[in-house]
């Protein structure tokens, strides 16, 4: 299959019809270039808040409100993109108010068949804790697709071992991300590659660019595409598919192959995946003794 990683820039809407026309522009992009699984960045749903107005879109809680509400219309769209172009679709992450009296940060999964999956980031960032209010949501869950097993690390998520260790199962991990600074892209790619190389599967990054000055949430934003394995047998040896241009919108694409995954988690040189089990058990790791 050919996967596709957006760096996607965010947009002043007039109208819903321009934000569909966008979304549709860029799922054809995708589509005819040959992707089956497209990855839009966490967040980039923010740019629904100017359908609300100026006032709406530069108010922080105001904002979320406003996305929240516009997510049912969303799903909508995005499943009739997803069977009318017969792709996989993961779709911008939203804040979403869903029976709490906070949002959790979701990201919805949309299948051709008009299937969907939604998963919600498990560790928020100081920014969405001590600013934002966003608080944690479902546990973790494997897709399973008949482009193989899916799951989802939402930017932040990826940066710890133990999430990834519990999505071993998947083939393809997608790291939807929203990073301010180069220093936070970073992170996260990081993450998303150590992720790749210690569950000897695929990730994809996909990341909002540029500046979205009308937002209080999403105001400065660095990143691009990137498609990652783990740097052994049947992949490249720097561990990178694929990589886009900093700051630069547009998809980037590789070629994921199910069994070659299934080949380096086999037969690589080294079996990550598999020796994760060897490890000693949490709380046994470490000894404190003098030295002597």
């Known amino acids: 299959m050919k996967v596709a990683a957006a760096a996607y ?18 799922v054809k992009d995708a589509a005819d270039n040959g992707a089956t699984l497209l990855v839009f960045p966490e967040y980039a749903a923010m740019e629904l808040s100017t359908l609300d107005g100026a006032d709406v879109a ?38 979403v108010f869903d029976g709490g009296t906070r949002p959790v940060n ?23 804790r001590d600013l934002w209010d966003v608080t944690g949501g479902c546990p973790l869950k494997v897709f399973d697709t008949e482009l193989g097993k899916i799951g989802i690390l939402i930017c932040y998520d990826s940066e710890f071992p133990l999430l990834g260790r519990a999505l071993a199962d998947v083939d393809i991990l997608l790291v939807p991300s929203c990073t301010e600074a180069l220093a936070g892209y970073w992170r ?49 040896a720097t561990g990178v598919l694929a990589e886009g241009q900093l700051n630069e919108p547009g998809w980037t694409y590789a070629d994921v192959d199910l069994e070659a995954i299934a080949h380096v988690r086999r037969d690589g ?24």
């Open 9 to 26: 820039p965010l947009d002043w809407f007039d109208d819903w019809s321009a934000y569909e026309a966008k979304i549709t522009r860029w």
């Open 269 to 292: 040189i080294v079996r990550n995946r598999t020796h994760w089990q060897e490890r000693p058990e949490p709380g046994k790791t470490v000894t404190i003794c003098p030295m002597q």
């Open 106 to 128: 979701r990201a919805t999964l949309y299948a051709p068949n008009g299937q969907k999956g939604f998963q919600d980031k498990q560790i928020m960032t100081m920014f969405e």
């Open 58 to 95: 530069g108010d922080l809680e105001q904002s979320l409100h406003a996305v929240s509400r516009r997510m049912p219309d969303v799903d909508a769209l995005h499943l009739k993109l997803a069977a009318e172009f017969g792709v996989h679709i993961l779709g911008a992450s939203a804040p």
């Open 188 to 236: 996260v790619r990081i993450g998303a590659m150590a992720r790749a190389l210690e569950n000897q599967c695929v990730s994809v990054m996909s990341s909002i660019v540029g500046p979205a000055e009308w937002s209080e949430a999403v105001d400065q934003n660095t990143g691009m595409g990137g498609i990652f394995g783990p740097p052994d047998t049947g992949f490249p």
